[in-house]
């Protein structure tokens, strides 16, 4: 027998059934919802035919929700206002109430905001379940407890006082140019840069849908929204980044790239920026370079004492490649611009070829790739070669013409830093193969070879011994129970890293040194799982191995490092470690 499906009546039957409101009320509240572009329970309130505590109590019978009057001390007894981040809080006037089986109970006030609930998850990374609440009950317990005035790193970046009437095209009204700084749009450009930039962010992404610009933060490698935006805004706030960029504001059906340098807090901070035509609108990432990220100092990298102690000797070899490799974003070119701090004397010349240049060094000869006027890698690096310098940095090899020219440097005396996409160390001497090199001339030239990726660093402020360990996460980081007794450790959430757990990144390493048994088998073109077997005899840490080391420090967790160091196995086991 097929199963009755409940009938779900509409708000105003409901209202209608509890005589809260007349039929000829309905209709004038519906019209006031359908002119405004309200909900039809706000039109009520507005019109004063109904309470919101009405309307709330209302939609917990429509939805089938429970209902919290929010009115006695235990209806607000599990509420943690730390436990969701303040903007969300404030912005969309939700309470966090609790955790139970990995869910969330959050109190809310419009049960037919699905992208609020998208939103929910998105940003408190577990699914939620939710309560309703009058929308002023709400709001008088956030004022209560967390003042009435919004503080400025929690508040929506859209006030009131900003409010701008674009269409597609940038309109003649609206200040973009930064002669006038009170301009809304300038204000609110110069407001999410500033709070980025504070707020430890790596990216800024700026990014158009259909009906509103998402903007995001990457912090610690992991995207965060922080605001949805008005759709009316994209074209002037697009425009003002252009502008600020030095790129053709009128430009919008191909890719540019510029750069933006401000003060920030008495110190110059540049932004390489990157714009990309999308469907809905120019996609805009402004790649936050901080002058002193590139001079953190190599402990300060996350290297264990036997690896910094091995990088120090390579780095400072009189001559030969090292290669360090890993994807985008794995911090290759930090460490690299760290060696080369340390190895920045008066008696050492010093010549890069880069694209783009980062970050600018003293007493280091930095060069700029230009492809447009011929000012190719290759040409750079022929012209440098004759101004003998004894340290060369390639930004990265991407082709065999690259390729020869820093075997033949190293051959001839140089010692050449460059970085290689690939997974690990060993299959750097294979891809060099692949792209044309000599087997004999890659098995020569080359040191040493490290990869690395970047985890994030439990916050010191809150983090705790772990109450419970997944153990299938343990065998992925081949850590015994016996071992992780009382030493894995968990981010409780606090207002110093954001409530997310974790405040920085580290890197985990995997360091081959060149041995006569690696150089014979890259001769004899053998396969990467043989040369890999030979490194680790000979001493080479794997990526996992260095992870499980941080992991027992206390450094980071378990699923950070299988993340990364364990990607096919995790898929392959369906486990999800966000």
């Known amino acids: 027998m097929a199963r009755k499906t409940r009938v779900r009546l509409k708000l105003g039957e409901i209202l209608l059934r509890q005589e809260l409101i007349t039929e000829e009320q309905l209709e004038q509240a519906l019209a006031l919802a359908r002119g405004s572009g309200r909900r039809l329970g706000e039109a009520f309130v507005e019109a004063s035919f109904c309470t919101d505590v009405q309307i709330a109590k209302a939609l917990s019978e429509q939805f089938d929700m429970e ?21 969300l809080i404030r912005k969309h006037l939700i309470l966090p109430a609790g955790q ?9 006030h419009d049960p037919m905001d699905l992208e609020l609930l998208d939103l929910l998850r998105f940003r408190l990374n577990m699914e939620v379940d939710t309560v309703i609440a009058p929308r002023s009950a709400i709001k008088d317990y956030i004022d209560q407890q967390m003042g009435g005035g919004k503080a400025v790193a929690s508040e929506s970046l859209v006030t009131e006082s900003i409010d701008v009437t674009v269409d597609r095209s940038v309109d003649a009204s609206v200040d973009i140019s930064g002669t006038d700084d009170d301009a809304p749009i300038v204000r609110l450009a110069t407001k999410i840069i500033h709070e980025a930039v504070r707020g430890r962010a790596s990216d ?21 929204v922080r605001d949805e935006l008005p759709k009316r805004m994209q074209a002037a706030l697009l425009a003002r980044m252009k502008l600020m960029a030095g790129v053709n504001i009128a430009e919008r059906r191909i890719p540019q790239d510029g750069r933006i340098k401000m003060f920030i807090d008495e110190s110059q901070v540049d932004f390489r920026v990157s714009i990309c035509p999308a469907y809905h609108g120019e996609s805009v990432v402004l790649r936050i370079l901080r002058p002193d990220s590139a001079r953190i100092g190599l402990t300060a990298l996350g290297f264990e004492q036997d690896h910094l102690d091995t990088f120090n000797r390579v780095i400072r070899r009189p001559n030969g490649i090292f290669l360090v490799t890993g994807p ?46 011929g000012l ?37 005396g140089h010692l050449v830093f460059s970085t290689l996409h690939t997974n690990d160390a060993p299959s750097a001497i294979t891809r060099l193969v692949d792209m044309g090199v000599k087997p004999y001339l890659a098995a020569s030239s080359i040191q040493a070879i490290m990869a690395q990726r970047l985890v994030r660093v439990l916050c010191d402020s809150c983090k705790r011994e772990a109450e419970t360990v997944d ?33 920085g990144r580290k890197a985990i390493f995997e360091f081959m040194m060149m041995t006569t048994e690696i150089r014979e088998l890259a001769f004899e073109r053998a396969p990467v799982s043989e040369i890999r077997q030979s490194a680790i005899r000979n ?10 080391l941080k992991v027992l420090k206390g450094t980071t967790t378990p699923p950070e490092i299988a993340k990364f160091a364990q990607a096919d196995t995790l898929v392959g086991a369906n486990i999800d470690v966000e």
């Open 539 to 548: 001493g080479m840490r794997d990526l996992l191995a260095d992870g499980r």
């Open 328 to 373: 985008t974003g794995s911090g290759k070119t930090t460490t690299l611009y760290s060696a080369l701090d340390v190895l920045n004397r008066p008696d050492r010349k010093i010549i890069t070829a880069e694209d783009p240049v980062e970050y600018s060094f003293a007493g280091i000869n930095q060069c700029q790739v230009n492809d447009s006027i």
């Open 67 to 87: 209902y919290n009057p929010l009115t006695e001390a235990e209806h607000v007894a599990d509420i943690d206002l730390e436990a969701a981040p303040q903007d």
């Open 100 to 108: 139970k089986n990995g869910r969330m109970q959050v109190i809310i």
């Open 471 to 503: 153990a299938k996460l343990l065998r992925l980081v081949d850590i015994s129970p016996e071992e992780a007794e009382g030493k894995i450790m968990e981010g409780v959430g606090c207002p110093k890293c954001g409530g997310v757990g974790f405040k």
């Open 376 to 412: 190719t890698f290759p040409s750079i690096l022929r012209s440098m070669l004759r101004q003998a310098p004894n340290v060369i940095l390639i930004g990265e090899i991407r082709d065999r013409e690259v390729a020869d020219i820093a075997v033949q440097a190293a051959l001839t």
């Open 204 to 224: 800024i992404h700026i990014e158009p849908m259909s009906d509103r610009v998402v903007l995001r933060y990457r912090i610690d490698g992991v995207c965060h």
